[in-house]
């Protein structure tokens, strides 16, 4: 096969250099870090070398992006993307993709998800669409629990996050933007109405973090499992530490003053302040994800440090599966 690079697109984000730095020493001379900004591509491919190499894309402009995929492999995309261009672009293609991005819930149930599905199978592309923590290592362990129970019908999945951890600009923005915003969530076989940071049980994570409240928020996972596992419910929760900053914003969501953190020019400015922080000591997350089938039930967990360095090892996982053959079917 002639193409064989490893396209990161947004590789110089916070996320995106840790995929680069993952793969670039088993992959060496074939991961390309890219983004609208080539000196800052170039220049975070000198710091994961290993031969990695900087490439300018514009995922908003066609053009750019076929000029990027020339002799790729499989894409990676780890930022936002109107219309989904580089995703298109990829399946016209037939590559390997895989992305780690939030908004992913509007694929769900309605057609952009069945014109994917529809299109990967005339095209032979192998798509892996949300991979990183939420989407992504919770799908590996919901699939693990419903292979033991012998399918699922019910899926509950909790994360939480340390508002002192390492995020990117792009991502923090996300997290501001979501409380003035409503979503469907799945009950019953049905969609349910709501709201980001409303409705919080308490979920019990494992020692020593404890109980923790868990607020309704749009995780892609509540829509695509209806999909791929024909669940009758499935909900997606995020809990925040430090507890106060979670019922700030469950607040501003009762009173509507999240609309105004959720104007972009407020949202920029935060994130610009947080853009490559370092974590700081303790921070942490967690990831609960329950599975029911009839009368049984199981869970499963996952605690660990610096939750990109997560996101970023998940997202690694699928790319070497991709890149070594190991998804040989096509399909999405």
Known sequence: MNDQD???????????????AELAPDYP???????????RAEEAAGTVGHGTRGRRIDITDPASISDALIGVAVAVSCIDQPGRKLLWAALRRGLGYTDVAPHLTELGRGSDYDNIVAAER????????????????SNVMVRALADVLGGADEIDTALL????????????????????????????GGDQPARAFTDPPVVQFP?????????????SDQVLYPCTLAVRTAVTRLAIEPAWLANVLSIMTRTGASRLVAVDWVCHAIGRTRRDRPSTQGARFALRVDVRR?????????????????AAAGAAGVVRLLVEGRIPEPGA
């Open 294 to 310: 009839g009368s049984h039930s199981r869970y499963a967990t996952l605690v660990s440090c610096t939750q990109a360095d997560a």
């Open 6 to 20: 490893i396209l990161i697109a947004g590789g110089y984000g916070v996320v995106g250099e840790r995929i680069a």
């Open 29 to 39: 001379g074939r991961i390309v870090i890219a983004g609208r900004n080539l000196e």
């Open 122 to 137: 005339a095209s032979r592309a192998r798509l892996v669409l949300g991979t990183g923590i939420v989407p992504g290592i």
């Open 161 to 188: 996050l340390n508002a002192s951890d390492i995020s990117g600009a792009a991502s923090f923005d996300y997290f501001l933007q979501e409380p003035s915003m409503t979503f469907a969530t799945w009950a019953d």
């Open 207 to 219: 020692p020593p973090i404890g109980g923790h409240y868990a607020y309704l928020f749009p995780f």
